[in-house]
């Protein structure tokens, strides 16, 4: 059973920040692929950024140069900085990891209101 948790999650203001973390109970975690994933009410899962193994990172058209993704492999740990939140960025957002299987965390709520 492979477990995958999401935290950092919670209500910030237009422009804020926040930066949610990803812990994922795997081992050789260094060799995984890792994913942000996002879900508005009414709306597909979509993704948000991710991270390969080698490091070299994808982005979203809709978060780029405001979210960073990153690893810390010895914490088997991915992370996304958030910065300049709008609303529409409100959703849960959801890690991801590996391909071919892919683990799934549970999901943080993140809410961006005034």
């Known amino acids: 059973q492979v477990h995958i948790v999401e935290s950092g999650g919670g209500l910030v203001q237009p422009g804020g920040s926040l930066r949610l973390s990803c812990v994922a109970d795997?081992?050789?975690?260094?060799?995984?692929?890792m994913a942000w994933f996002r879900q508005a009410p009414g709306k597909q899962r979509e993704l948000v950024a991710e991270?390969?193994?080698?490091?070299?990172?994808n982005y979203a058209d809709f978060v780029k140069g405001r979210f960073t993704i990153s690893r810390a492999n010895a914490k088997r740990t991915v992370y996304l900085q958030m910065n300049n939140l709008q609303l529409d960025d409100t959703a849960v957002y959801y890690c991801?990891?590996?391909?071919?299987?892919?683990?799934w965390g549970q999901g943080t709520q993140v809410t961006v209101s005034s």
């Open positions: 991801r990891a590996g391909r071919e299987p892919v683990y």
């Open positions: 795997v081992s050789l975690f260094n060799l995984y692929d």
């Open positions: 991270i390969i193994a080698d490091e070299t990172t």
